[in-house]
């Protein structure tokens, strides 16, 4: 309904100039038409001026029209129920008396939602029950959009009452819609339910399982629990394969915290394996349904190439060698150069006569040892550092620096290998620093989780270890790390002006990883223990560098991803090698990866050249759901497809048995001046709705004092006056 009304906005002043206005150009054109011998042109033009003087008088007194809006439809009042996953804790009633029941949020939420409870409401208002985030439980809920959208469906919404426990995880913060509802005047009544006090929980977290795992050889699976239990206990969480596997080992849980444990397991034949980790339930625990997690993990036989570049043949090289070539799953080969003779080192089949001349023969090798070794006559050449920084960088295969006492590789500071080095070095003092007595390493405390420093099963007997490993007498003339790199073992005596001598120190180039070994003494832990020591360290570095690029491999492709156990939104780079059918890399091509979600969400990434000369093809993906994503790699030009499994960490978004967020309905009901109805009692949230006042009608001012038009009809009469003055031969 509209009401129209007309008026002037004059002052007392422009009250008297309008008359004075008027007076004083009626005189003057009478003086003006008797001056003129009473012509009528005259009396025209005149009559002319006085209207114009009217006409500005009138804008003077600034007139406007006023129309009144109000809403034809009848005032609605929206009321909104939060369905989503977390409605399902069942805390309401919690805290308050051993003997009352729990009921659910939702349950709690119910009366809200009964249309038989508005009646009293409907003779005055039409009232709209909506519940959102209904049947998403696996999804998230999101509180701005569901104001949002009851303000734009209802054109005369008079108050929202919102049911919720305020747990929102999606969309904008809600307060921005609760901010536009204030601008309309439409309050909020809060009805907050739900618990500000965690139930007590036993939560797996996390259970980190890596992509595939090798034969006969131990998979580390790291899990995190929270408890949210009063006191500290033990439970025997129990690990399960779908092989009828089964180990359990004993964890004691701090209270009101996370603690973080391994299990350990020994797959004994190939094929496709489901884990599950259980934790037992607490008599005191509510909810149980997050003491369990399931992921799938691939088991194949392994057999990763590894190169190993050495000047001359000391004893670090050669014990390395051997225990490569003993390692059954690895195939060694070996370049030593021998500067200074005619012919490099040889004698065995695993031995090369030169560094591999193809790319397609470089990129075969998983991991590349680079010992004492440096650009010149009878080493490398700068061609070949390019090439190895490219298989890092690009093929994702890693490189091992094991510099020594002959100070041949700080002249790959000058080299393409430059920025994959991750230490400094001492240029004054090329050959290193050498010394009687044994000195020893000592880890850092990234070094002590790492898995490339685990030489004992637990955490305590690994300390242990390595202070009682022998010792070195020599180490590489290292001023600190670069930034960006990991150390994690460091000299247990030496220091400089940047603090302790790195001598274990990793880092990631491209795709690739790099380690650097600052002593050549690693082969002095056999003493005493034979291989027990020395084979599992370097083992463990072979495979942790070849995990990445041996995620999964076709005919003509190797895929892979980063991270490598991606969580639940996080953008993960896929990254893709392809090859031509001539084993060539392939510098050009259409390469596209079919992402196939558990719930048959289908998504289509299209990979572009990254790296044309060794064929590397990138692209991003951001995982939306839990669980295991299908792969289907295809390459247009070498008709090659491939099919392998992502797997994304993480559990739903919308989780049972957080506490409540009050404090968000607290702020909704406050910035629209609602209220917050704790006990939600129907006939007080009734009793606040009626009262609300009657919204003033919406006023809509048309001043024509400023309106375009008003100005265009006055400058075209000044127009027509000018014209009528020449005409009349009037200046």
Known sequence: MTQTSFGFQWTPLSLVVSLLAVVAVCVLSYWTWRRSGYRKSVLGLELLRISMVCFAIFLLNQPETVEQFRPAERPAVAILGDGSRSMLTQDVGFGESESTPLLTR?????????????EQLEDRMEVVITQFAAGENNGSSNLYQALQNAREENANLRAVVLASDGDWNDGLPPVQAAMQLRLEKIPIFSVPFGSQSRLPDLELLSFDVPTFGVVGKNVRLPFTIESSLP??????????????????QQVRIAAM?????????KP?????????????????????????????????????RVLVIEAMPRWEYRYLRNALSRDPGVEVSCLLFHPGLSKVGGGNRDYLPAFPEEMKELAEYDVVFLGDVGIGEGQLTEEQC???KGLVEQQASGLVFMPGFRGNMLSLEQSELSSLLPVVFDETQPNGWGSRTPSHF????LGRRSLLTKLADTQDENMQVWESLPGFQWHAPILRAKAGTDVLAVHQEVSNEYGRIPLLV?????????????????WRWRRGVEDLYHYRFWGQVVRWMAYQRNMAEGERMRFYYSPEQPQIRQTVSLSANVMEKNGEPLSRGNVSARIVAPSGRTETVQMTSSGAEWGLFTGVFSAQEPGAHEVFLRCQENGSEMTTTLFVQGATVEQVGKPARPEVMEELARVTRGQVLDNGDLSQITKAISDLPEPPPRIRRVQLWSHPLVAATLILLLGAFWVLRKANGLI
Not at 442 to 445: D, I, K, P, S, V
Request: net charge negative.
């Open 268 to 304: 004994e034949d190939v094929g496709d394996y489901t884990l599950s980790l259980e934790i037992p339930g607490y008599p005191d625990e509510k909810i149980t349904e997050n003491n369990r997690k399931e992921t799938p993990i691939v088991i194949r036989e392994e057999k990763l």
């Open 386 to 388: 390019r090439l190895l």
């Open 106 to 118: 939702l349950r709690a939420s119910e009366p809200i939602l009964d249309p038989d409870n508005w």
């Open 506 to 522: 990793t880092r990631t180039y491209g795709a690739g990883k790099i380690l650097f070994m600052g002593t050549d003494g690693a």
């Open 442 to 445: 000592a880890l850092t405390e």
């Open 257 to 265: 915290g996370r603690t973080s444990d391994a299990i350990v397991w």
């Open 231 to 248: 006191r500290d206990h033990v439970a025997q969480v129990e690990l399960k394969a779908s092989d009828g596997t089964s180990i359990k």
